[in-house]
């Protein structure tokens, strides 16, 4: 009788899964995991699919299953994520898998926990050290060693000497849980009229069970995460799990503490920060259903839940949620995919959302609970325009004599004052005033940025760093450099000029140590240890800074100018966003925008407080043009070490666009062009642009693309972006 053969998908970058013979007496269903011989070596795989008719003439080349492992198997749901991820990025199924798979390799048994208590007479030789811990275990509770250790004060030799005098006794305990049940009951906020409807409004999708969508659109400060908690209240109690995405997890400390103030404990975390052993833990616990909630980045998505039944997007409309490198994927799109899979509710939360969730909104696709006012009748801040052309900041200045004003003023009154610019370092550009000379990074497209607190002009792009010179590479002339633009350390210096007896934080991600250091400072701030906050996005988002009622942005300008079609909207995202953190808590917020175009559609929409004519222009304009949500775009870049090679090879592909049919069905292929960044870790880049009606199925056709594509000779590269968030 014929062995019966399975298909195994491997996490490489492998779209096929590879067939092999299950030996007798092995139990092996699809989703287990399984150890397979791939090549010359063993790989860990998933049983992707029975094989009831494997290729004759391969069937006694086929090799047999090594091992089932002991993981818990990836249930149908999360396999049928991958395969429609996989096929939606044009990615092989095999890196989409791997990306299900970031438990790393500490699966596997629990180490033991070694913990100790008071049990026997006092040793015969007494020593400080020892009374100490006598002193601490007095109370006869058993505790870790290392704990038992730190409480004393001593080493953990000195733990072990007692335990060997028969002093102290070791006892094994239970392994740490990842975390502890969160109690929808711990406490209920008093919730406005408002906020009651909008909780009652996603409660109702819970009970209702199923997939659904809803906008929570609320101002900023409106209560949305209070809101929000009531939805995940109900999947506790109906005992299943929820996730809760964020942009930026390495900043959320205080989102921790306030959900540990409503359900009694801190929800598990995924993120890239956690330690290996953290991460297995938390991916096995996920998979067995012992973790309720899970807070995490976009890599959440991912988990092996045993029974996911909501997803909250916080702050949906972040660019953080798109993954840039491998896979390519939007998580918040991918959000709705998977609670469409999975038929739970979906819950997206902004206030300012994307122009394509607005879209979804208006035309009824998603459902939209609205809060329009902030909890306790705190005023929005007033939004004002400082113009740059008429009242300039000095020369060399970068914050005007009004925006300085105003921070003087604040600080006055004990409030605090938060300038934002986007923009890390000291200044973007260093040139030599006696020949003109720039810096510019050897491998990148890009100028070098001048970080005084590293002591180095750096690229952004690579890494690529120099120390400060003291003589211009081109004319030899000594000292000769000026520093162009600002950056948050050139203004901390300005500051300092301006206000010496102030406080001064700036926050980059560049200058702290690690998110524990972050976590810190974001705590201390809200405490009021800081007057002045200089700050890049970071700042920008979620944060509750009680104290603080100003917000000046030192160049509202920034974003507008790159040549992204997006960049109207992310502008009008993210300084909504800044100055919002102004007046959440008492006092009066204001904000205001240094700018040289005080006219522009943007700046005018944020002045006037007016986000639904934003929006009116915008959706008309990319209707319009045919922009996303009213037409489909994708990327290939095209890149390479030498750049005739590269410039040829993007020509070629384009020539072996599926032409005919493109025409009928209103396909256009732009370019290939040079990227915008043409160079970047010495690799050139070339980009083609596919521009599609809404409905059409871009994947599809980008798959029909590459299976003509010529041979990819030496070192090129592609990289496919399905729904392109950047166009640089
Ligand atoms: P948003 O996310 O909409 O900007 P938050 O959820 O951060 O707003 O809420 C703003 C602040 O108001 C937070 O400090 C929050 O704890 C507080 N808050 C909101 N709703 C309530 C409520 N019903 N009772 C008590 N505090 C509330
Ligand atoms: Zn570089």
């Given amino acids: ?368 609970v609205a809060l329009p006012e902030r909890f306790g009748g705190q005023r929005l801040p007033s939004v004002e325009p400082i113009d740059l052309r008429a009242a300039p900041p000095p020369r060399g200045r970068f914050i005007s004599p009004m925006l300085a004003g105003e921070v003087k003023i604040a600080l006055e009154r004990k409030e605090q004052a938060l300038l934002f610019l986007n923009r890390r370092g000291y200044a973007p550009l260093t040139l030599c005033r006696a020949c003109g000379f720039r810096f510019a990074c050897p491998n990148c497209d890009a100028w070098l940025v001048d970080h005084r607190f590293k002591k180095q002009l750096v690229c952004h792009h690579c890494g690529f760093g120099l120390p400060h010179p003291h003589q211009c590479p081109k004319c030899a002339a000594v000292d000769s450099f000026v520093a162009c633009g600002p950056g948050v350390e050139r203004l901390e210096e300005e500051v300092h000029e301006l206000f010496p007896e102030a406080r001064v934080l700036v926050l980059s991600s560049d200058l702290v140590a690690g998110i524990e250091r972050m976590r810190e400072e974001f705590a201390e701030i809200a405490q009021g240890l800081f007057d002045i906050v200089i700050g890049t996005q970071l700042v920008a988002k979620g944060h509750n800074f009680p104290m603080l009622n100003l917000v000046g942005v030192v160049d509202a300008d920034l974003g507008l100018s790159n040549g992204d079609p997006r960049a109207a909207e992310r502008t009008f995202q993210l300084l909504h966003q800044v100055v919002g953190r102004a007046g959440r808590d008492a006092g009066i917020g204001r904000g205001f925008l240094q700018t040289h175009q005080p006219d522009h559609p943007v700046m005018r929409a944020l002045i006037a407080q007016d986000r639904e004519a934003f929006y009116d222009a915008e959706i008309e304009l990319r209707e319009k043009t045919h922009y996303p949500p009213f037409g489909r775009l994708a990327s290939i870049i095209v890149s390479g070490g030498d750049k005739h090679e590269t410039a040829s090879y993007a020509r070629e592909l384009a020539r072996w666009a599926p032409l005919n049919e493109n025409m009928k069905e209103g396909v256009r292929v732009l370019g290939p062009a040079e990227a915008p960044l043409a160079l970047i870790r010495g690799r050139h880049r070339m980009r083609l642009l596919l521009k599609a009606p809404r409905h059409y199925d871009l994947s599809a056709y980008m798959r029909r693309w590459l299976a003509k594509a010529p041979k990819r000779r030496g070192s090129i590269k592609l990289d496919i972006d399905i729904d392109p968030q950047s166009f640089l």
């Fill in 1 to 368: 009788m014929a062995k019966r053969v399975v298909d195994v998908l491997v996490p490489v970058a492998l779209d096929r899964a590879y067939s092999y013979r299950v030996p007798d007496g092995l139990a092996v269903a699809p989703g287990d995991f399984v150890s397979v011989p791939l090549g010359a070596r063993e790989a860990t795989g998933v049983v992707w699919a029975e094989n009831p008719a494997p290729d004759i003439r391969l069937d006694n080349r086929l090799k047999d299953i090594e091992s089932k492992l002991d993981y818990p198997a990836l249930r149908p749901e999360l396999r049928s994520f991958v395969e429609w991820l996989a096929n939606y990025t044009v990615s092989s199924r095999g890196m989409v898998l791997r990306m299900c798979l970031r438990m790393g390799e500490h699966l596997g048994e629990e180490r033991e926990r070694i913990g100790v208590r008071l049990a026997g007479a006092p040793p015969a030789r007494m020593t400080p050290a020892r009374a100490r811990v006598l002193a601490a275990l007095d109370d006869g509770m058993v505790r870790a060693k290392s704990e038992a250790a730190r409480e004393a004060g001593v080493s953990a030799g000195v733990i072990d000497g007692l335990v060997d005098e028969g002093t102290l006794q070791t006892v094994v305990l239970p392994p740490e849980p990842v975390a502890e049940n969160p109690d929808p009951d711990f406490t209920q906020p008093e919730f406005s009229t408002d906020q009651r409807m909008a909780a009652d409004a996603l409660k109702a999708t819970i009970a209702k069970d199923g997939y659904s969508v809803t906008l929570l659109d609320g101002v900023t400060g409106s209560g949305k995460t209070e809101v929000y908690f009531e939805a995940v209240a109900d999947a506790i109690r109906k005992g299943r799990q929820s996730l809760i995405l964020m942009p930026e997890i390495a900043l959320t400390a205080q989102f921790l503490d306030r959900f540990a103030a409503r359900f009694g404990v801190r929800p598990a975390e995924w993120h890239s920060e956690l330690t290996p052993r953290k991460r297995a833990r938390t991916w096995a616990a996920v998979a067995k259903g012992e973790v309720p909630v899970v807070v995490g980045a976009r890599s959440a998505l991912f988990l092996p839940y045993a029974d996911l039944g909501l997803i909250v997007v916080d702050e949906e409309h972040d660019p953080a949620y798109k993954q840039e490198d491998g896979v390519h994927y939007h998580a918040r799109d991918m959000a709705v995919v998977r609670g469409h899979i999975a038929k739970i509710p979906i819950v997206l939360s902004s206030a300012t959302p994307a122009v394509e969730t607005e879209t979804n909104a208006r035309r009824g696709r998603y459902a939209r």
